[in-house]
T-cell receptor, first 116, second 113 residues
Framework: DAGVIQSPRHEVTEMGQEVTLRCKPI?????LFWYRQTMMRGLELLIY????????DSGMPEDRFSAKMPNASFSTLKIQPSEPRDSAVYFC??????????????FGNGTRLTVT | AQKITQTQPGMFVQEKEAVTLDCTYD???????LFWYKQPSSGEMIFLIY??????QNATEGRYSLNFQKARKSANLVISASQLGDSAMYFC??????????FGKGTRLSVIA
């Protein structure tokens, strides 16, 4: 199994530009999560999906952030317009199910976003 | 209140020694799970070990074990026979009810030769 695949690994962009982060979850995993990691705030959940449907997006910081999951094998996180404070590592993770405590998340390698 | 508290921002341990990384949690749900993840300098998040609230035994996985003290709401990670490759950030996380994992701020472990 290839694991969770994220692209790009690194993204450097200028303030005001649109940024799109991509994620391919592990096949058969019904849950997909987007987390953001910063030094100040640690790992924060942004949004998660179950069977391609967004369940909880209360962690999305602002309307500038949006996430979609058009099918079971692909999700995007978009920031438009980007700001320097959005600089962080963005992780995508998937798990086979929730409601079962012993279902660990499988993380991608993350996208390091730098907004100048 | 913080769901997960990791009070040690940084720890040092001599190679081949054992080390304990602290984690306390806050929940009123009787059914929950506790996870530990390792994040090396390369950045990926690696699942290490899991402990369920109803598990009678402390979890063990190779050199990793969990010192689970339910009444004290603590789930400390014990790494035995530390290796240089254990140098990394370690995160404790809790799953409760039907909500996604909530992570602590992490502990940076440095193993010294």
């Amino acid at each position: 199994d290839a694991g969770v695949i994220q692209s790009p690994r690194h993204e450097v962009t200028e303030m005001g530009q649109e940024v799109t982060l991509r994620c391919k979850p592990i096949s058969g995993h019904d849950y997909l999560f987007w987390y953001r990691q910063t030094m100040m705030r640690g790992l924060e959940l942004l949004i998660y999906f179950n069977n391609n449907v967004p369940i909880d997006d209360s962690g999305m910081p602002e309307d500038r952030f949006s996430a979609k999951m058009p099918n079971a094998s692909f999700s995007t996180l978009k920031i438009q317009p980007s700001e320097p404070r959005d600089s962080a590592v963005y992780f995508c993770a998937s798990s086979p199910r929730q409601g079962r405590p012993n279902s660990p998340l499988h993380f991608g390698n993350g996208t390091r976003l730098t907004v100048t | 209140a913080q769901k997960i508290t990791q009070t040690q921002p940084g720890m040092f341990v001599q190679e081949k020694e054992a080390v304990t990384l602290d984690c306390t949690y806050d929940t009123s749900d009787p059914s929950y799970g506790l996870f530990w993840y390792k994040q090396p300098s390369s950045g990926e998040m690696i699942f290490l070990i899991y402990q369920g609230s109803y598990d009678q035994q402390n979890a063990t996985e190779g050199r990793y074990s969990l010192n689970f003290q339910k009444a004290r709401k603590s789930a400390n990670l014990v790494i035995s026979a530390s290796q240089l490759g254990d140098s990394a950030m370690y995160f404790c996380a809790i799953f409760e009810g039907n909500t996604p994992l909530v992570f602590g701020k992490g502990t940076r472990l440095s193993v010294i030769a």
